[in-house]
């Protein structure tokens, strides 16, 4: 049985200094366990909706009093002094507490907030560490192949860099130690190499480098360098390379604007083959925008059997999408993200209809994060091989990394992509 005593929520800064939830559940016993909510940039139309102040004279219109309201209010009197059998109940009364598709009313933040804290204090209650308490039945937990993303652009950084995301992915890594070791002693060499080529070593918003350049292929060649003189063997062996171009943002007319050229749908996709051949990337996320369906479902015919295919905004860890996206053949992969779809209950079953068709996952943090390590534990405990948490730089991408690291050193479980 779960019955939560006290819920209490307080307006906390993010890492991009906007506010966010920090949320407390209280459990009989004095067991509490808190959260922190992330909060996106380049967020997908169809994610679940932050529930946001708009007062112009608080942090810009972006406070989040009314979400804290919420929790403190009409949520806590909705579950405290109640009885649940398990968490999914709970997330079912916050469903039908809020009444709409997407958590507008009270707020997705608000309720993935409330589901994050009482996961995490039921895992307390139990004496269990939070991999283990959220693992499903039947699936096997292990430790995830970290991918450090060390170049930012797009949204996350003022550069002119069209593409978000440029990742390390040590999948020949033996240990997550050594994974995140690969990450920092890479992102080093790179910090080394951009230095010596006079660009700039400020960083964007997830802790990766946003250098004045606009050419992908030219930010794919210097990781390829910083790669090797890191001593690292490139590709699956060693250190492969992931994209997120986050494509949705850069989309407009019917075509993809990518370095003062304007691509179709089929154009872009052969420029992502050509890239594919000439240097060790394993996966690309949303490589075409959120609306291009059809562009998708070629781009899986064309590089789906070499190429690990992530939707992000397209699939925003909503199961209708999911299975709508599995029927079509859209994607091969899913992003999850725990603030796209507002309780982890959802996000569970997300995971497991990708489990079940085949598709890989990667667990991801957000633009805008706190120092919650959540996720880390997320991605171990339903065994899907892949994380993503930003550079391995900075605390709030740090902290997930470091848990990893943590759980692998009392929990001795496998290390790599599953399956
Ligand atoms: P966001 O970006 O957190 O700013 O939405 C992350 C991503 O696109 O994967
Ligand atoms: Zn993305």
């Not at 366990?33 to 169809?46: D, E, K, L």
């Not at 112009?56 to 919420?70: Q, T």
């Not at 997407?102 to 204090?121: E, F, I, P």
């Not at 910090?191 to 606009?214: K, N, Q, V």
Request: charged share 20%.
């Amino acid at each position: 049985m779960l019955d939560i005593e006290t819920l209490t929520a307080v307006e906390i800064l993010d890492s991009r200094a906007r506010p966010t939830l920090a949320v407390t559940a209280g459990l009989p016993g004095g067991v509490t366990a808190r959260a922190g909510v992330p909060s996106g940039a380049s967020t997908g139309s169809r994610e679940a909706r932050e529930l946001r102040d708009g007062d112009k004279a608080r942090f810009g219109g972006l406070g989040v009093r009314r979400a804290v309201g919420h929790v403190n209010g009409e949520i806590a009197a909705a579950v405290c002094d109640r009885s649940f059998a398990s968490l999914a109940e709970l997330d079912a009364a916050l469903i039908e507490l809020d009444g709409t598709p997407d958590k507008t009313r009270l707020g997705a933040n608000a309720t993935v907030g409330v589901s994050m804290a009482v996961a995490r204090a039921v895992a307390v209650a139990a004496g269990r560490p939070l991999w283990q308490s959220l693992a499903p039945a039947g699936v096997t937990p292990r430790l995830p192949v970290p991918h450090f993303n060390v170049v930012n652009g797009g949204v996350h950084a003022p550069n002119r860099l069209d593409f978000q995301e440029f990742m390390l992915a040590p999948l020949g890594a033996p240990t997550v130690a050594e994974a995140v070791r690969a990450g920092a002693e890479v992102y080093a060499a790179l910090r080394g190499e951009l230095t010596g080529l006079g660009l700039s070593t400020g960083l964007g918003d997830e802790g990766g480098f946003a250098p004045e350049i606009d050419s992908p292929e030219e930010v794919l060649a210097l990781l390829v360098t910083a790669i090797e003189a890191a001593g690292y063997q490139t590709g699956r062996e060693g250190i492969a390379i992931a994209l997120d171009p986050a494509a949705s943002e850069f989309y407009s007319g019917g075509a993809y604007h990518v370095a003062g050229q304007t691509l179709s749908s089929d154009e872009m996709i052969e420029r992502y083959a050509e890239m594919t051949v000439r240097f060790p990337v394993w996966s690309i996320e949303d490589g075409l925008a959120e609306s291009d369906w059809d562009g998708w479902e070629r781009l899986i015919g064309r590089l789906g059997d070499r190429t690990q295919l992530v939707g992000d905004d397209l699939l925003v860890t909503n199961p209708a999408i999911i299975r709508e996206a599995i029927e079509r053949k859209a994607a091969n992969a899913a992003l999850i993200k725990l603030n796209q779809i507002g309780t982890v209950t959802e996000t569970l079953e997300a995971m497991r209809l990708c489990r079940e068709a085949g598709w890989a996952q990667m667990v991801s943090h957000r633009s805008g994060e706190t120092e919650d390590s959540f996720i880390a534990d997320l991605a171990v405990a339903s065994g899907c091989g892949q994380i993503k948490s930003g550079a391995p730089a900075r605390g709030e991408r740090t902290a997930k990394y470091n848990r990893l690291i943590e759980i692998e050193a009392v929990a001795h479980l496998p290390y790599g992509l599953a399956g």
